[in-house]
Structures are given as C-alpha cells and as structure tokens.
C-alpha cells in the first residue's frame, strides 16, 4: 500500500472507543480486526470499561492473527457500579436506563484518557459525540464509526429536517420521506424512532449534538457496503460534507476465525450449532431479536405458540431466568426435536451460515441485517424500537429479501403502544414463508445475490477492501496534523 512517505516508517496509534452496548462494541472490535489486517503497522487499541473488556477479548478469540489489537479500559461511571452491569441490555431494563443516563459522565474520563494517551488517531462510536471536540483539544484528529446503515441515516436526516414543518403528534399519519432516490418511502408516525420528537430529553438532545458534531470529524466509517445502499450511499454523499468509508460488513473478517466466530460478543452456545448439522439443509427459522431484546412474557407466550403450530424446525434465542411465566405447559415436549432453544447467546454469524438456516426471524437491528445478507438468508421482520422499521423497509421494499412478520394492528417503536402479534398470526406468517412455491424462492434468490456482493465487497480489489485502504492511507496522512479545538 502507498503511504504518505513523509510517515512510511511510523506506527498508527488508533483509539477505538465504542459504545457500552453489544451491537456497538461487536462491529468496532470486528473493525478493528480489520484494521490489523489493513496494515502491519496500525495498532488499534479498543478502549472501554473493565466490565466489556471480557466480551472483545471473546470476540477477538485465540487466534494470534488478532493478537496486535490491544485494550484499555477506563473506569465505569460511578453514579451505576451497585448496577455490576456495564453493559447496555444485558441487565435489567432499569440497569441499561441507569447505563444510558450516565453516559454523559464519561465525558471527563475520556478527556483525561486522550490527554494521558495522545493516540495520532480516534474513531468514536458516533453516539460519544464529544469525541471530536475532547480530540482537538489535544490536537488529535477524530473520525465518527456509524454502527447503522446509510439508508437509515438520510432518511433518519431528512425525516429530522421535515419534523418542525410537519405533524408528528398524529399518530395515524403517515409520511412520505421525500426527496430520497430509490422506491417511495412511507413511513406510519408510530414507526419513528421515539427519539424523533427533537426536544425530547435525553434522545433529542443527543442527536441534536451528534448532528452538530458531525462537522468537527474528519470523515465517518459505516459498517455497510457500496453496493447494499449504493442510491442512499450517493445521497449520503450530497447531503453531507464529510468523506464516508463504506468498509462492511465488518462481520465477514471472521470466516477463518472460528473461535471468535462462535464466542462474538458473548459465550456462543456450541450445541446449537450441533443441532443444525442434524437439520436438513434450508429447514430452519433462526429466531433472535439482539442483544436487548425485552418482550412481555405475553408476546413471548405467543411466539411459543406461533413457532409450535407453525410446524417449521426453529432455533430460538430466549433471555432471562423467567420462563415458567411465558412458557405453555407441556410445549418443550412437543416442541422436541424440531424446536431448539438457546437460552443465553447464540453464535449468531455461525448460525446464519449454516446450511440448515433457511429463514431469519429478526428485530433489524442494523448488524442483524448485515448479518442476514451477507449469509444469504431470507428474512421475517419484526422491528419494535429506535431504526429497526426502517431497516425493515430496506430489506422488504428496497432489496425485496424479507418479509413482515405482522402486520395486522398498529405496529410501533414505543413499547406502550405495541399490540400483542397473536400466536396464531406469527405460525401463518412463518409456514407460508417457508412453503415451496411461494414468494420465498424469489427471496431467496434476491438474498443469495445480495450475499455474493457482500463478499465481492471485501475481498481483495472490493469497495469495502477499497474504503479501509483509503481510511488507513489518510490514518498516516494524518499522523502529526494538529486539529484545532473549535
Ligand atoms: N448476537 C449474537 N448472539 C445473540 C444475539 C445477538 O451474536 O444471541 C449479535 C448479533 O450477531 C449482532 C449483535 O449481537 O452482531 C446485535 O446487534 P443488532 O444491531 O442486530 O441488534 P441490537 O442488539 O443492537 O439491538
């Protein structure tokens, strides 16, 4: 690789910091496999709280060919340590909202960190939207990593910009996301990201100043590929300044890491994986909806039931001690030998690749759906919070690889509006999808073609394998450029 000759023989100190929740620290770790990869002399250093150095030292698994990415933790914000949870989404729903509102403590401790450390480079996850300004106070230049898409980011953007012009209380109004190239976008009010309301408390402030940090980075990595988003990747790029590196799916640089493929995020349970090798090919419904997934133990009820009469095989990831109060009498019995459920974490990139996987279940959070393509997998959606609906509408409207779970009632990202998806709709949607004939063939192809361009993406001479040679070149170039504070 060319580099800037004035630095041929340096190191690259990069400070990655991600956000205390898995589907953030996952894909940064995986990035910064990438960047190890990229070049012999970059040295990313993954840095977070003590409690989630365990889940990257998981992730990066034995091999040694990972072993130059280091680690650095900086201490958990003392207004949540009783918590012994510093992980969003991991503890209660009470633990992740104490998480969440201490965030802003962390500011200093990063402060202290960056000055003590002075890496020549940081990328911050773009919800640490201080990162830019903490950065250039010691001169250091900072990029933005978005662990969600582009398509959700400018329709996200041009839904923000239309909010103080348009009716956002109605909640049976629907919206058209104009200006967007590709198929029309409509989107129900209730399908928003709650944090749409612009002066809402937490939320809307931080996006308020995500939005106008956003000027002070000196360019964005996503987690996508040109080629899943190329329409949206353009827009992206007429709307914002600030140079983009399309590098995913980061999750494919663990093809040949198979220890850190099965324990990404967490201890994989190695049995589920046994189970598929027992399972004819393309026979199965992986049912997982993320690392935060909080059902009522009704919805839960239902979904047993649904999966029961839906008389597909099903591998099932549950959370949680509670399952005596969701659970129907005598359904492990029944379910037997057609139904696995995994109770804990999953090794969700091994499962989604296993020949047995015929079908995805998912919440769309973005890696899910990255994830889902790039196995090939046709998907059922079924969103409930933040971006997921709009992930959805790029998968069924915009890639045509996936299809509503339910759409029967009013669907919504606040959960003291969601309906209850009844059992017996949940066992309909998942037969048809699967049944030989129908609309499935044709996802299956659209899916499958999707997954060629997202190897394509990565291989040598591929858009993403492109994008992380050019971010690493302007690393170097940018080595010793002192960025002044604003
Ligand atoms: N994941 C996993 N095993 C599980 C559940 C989730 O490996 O049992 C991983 C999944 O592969 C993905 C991440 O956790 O990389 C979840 O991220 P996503 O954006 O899909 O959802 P979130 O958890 O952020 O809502």
Redesign the pocket.
């Known amino acids: 690789m060319a580099l800037n000759p004035n630095n041929s023989n340096k190191k690259c100190r990069v400070f990655l910091i991600p956000q205390l ?4 620290l ?2 940064m770790t995986d990035f910064a496999k990438l960047l190890v990869v990229a070049h012999p002399d970059v040295e990313p250093t993954m840095v977070v709280t003590p409690g989630n150095a365990a889940l990257i030292k998981s992730s990066l698994g034995q091999s040694q060919s990972f072993g130059r990415v280091q680690i650095l933790t900086y201490p958990f914000p003392s207004e949540c340590t009783e918590t012994n949870v510093e992980t969003m ?1 991991v503890g209660s729903k009470e633990e992740t909202m104490l998480i969440n509102k201490s965030l802003l403590s962390i500011r200093p401790v990063h402060e202290e960190l960056l000055g003590k450390s002075k890496p020549d480079v940081v990328v911050a996850d773009s919800l640490f939207y201080w990162a830019p300004n903490v950065a250039a106070e010691y001169g250091i230049p900072c990029l933005f990593f978005f ?2 898409g582009v398509f959700p980011f400018v329709v996200f953007k041009h839904i923000y910009d239309m909010q103080p012009s348009m009716g956002f209380d109605d909640c049976h109004r629907v919206i058209t996301v104009s200006n967007l190239p590709g198929p029309k976008i409509e989107m129900p009010v209730t399908e928003l990201p709650n944090y749409r309301i612009r002066h809402d408390e937490v939320t809307g402030k931080l996006l308020d100043s995500l939005f106008r940090s956003l000027p002070d980075v000196f360019g964005i990595v996503v987690n996508t590929f040109r080629a899943l988003e190329k329409e949206y990747c353009k827009e992206y790029e007429r709307i914002q300044s600030k140079r983009a590196y399309f590098i995913g799916p980061v ?1 494919l640089c663990n093809a040949s890491n198979v220890d850190g493929v099965i324990h ?3 201890k ?2 190695v049995g589920c994986l046994r189970w598929l090798d027992s399972k004819e090919d393309g026979s199965v419904v992986f049912v ?6 909080y059902f009522k133990s009704e919805q839960l009820h239902e979904l047993a039931i649904g999966l029961e009469h839906s008389r597909r095989n099903f591998l099932w ?1 549950v ?1 949680g001690d509670n399952m005596e109060e969701w659970m129907p009498d005598g359904w492990e019995d029944r379910i037997a030998g057609r139904g696995f459920l ?1 109770k ?6 091994a ?2 690749s296993h020949p047995a996987t015929g079908a995805f279940m ?10 889902g393509v790039s196995a090939g997998v046709p998907m059922l959606t079924w969103p409930f ?2 971006e ?1 609906f709009i992930n959805e509408k790029l998968l069924v409207e915009v890639l045509g690889c996936a299809a509503k779970v339910w759409d029967g009632g009013k669907r919504s990202t606040r959960e003291e509006e969601h309906e209850l998806v009844p059992g017996s709709a949940i066992a309909h949607a998942v037969s048809k999808f699967m049944e030989p004939g129908s609309k499935y063939v044709a996802m299956l192809s659209k899916a499958k073609n999707v997954a060629v361009s997202a190897l394509a993406a990565v291989q040598y001479g591929g858009s993403s394998h492109g994008d992380i040679k050019n971010l690493v070149k302007d690393m170097f170039g940018l080595i010793g450029k002192n960025v002044m504070p604003n």
């Open positions: 929740m898995r589907g953030h996952i894909p989404g662990c969600s999750s990404r995020g967490g994989g349970d997982s909806f993320g690392s935060q997934c990831v959370r995994v804990g974490w999953a090794p969700q990139v499962v989604l998912t919440h769309c959070g973005w890696n899910s759906v990255l994830e919070a933040a997921e």
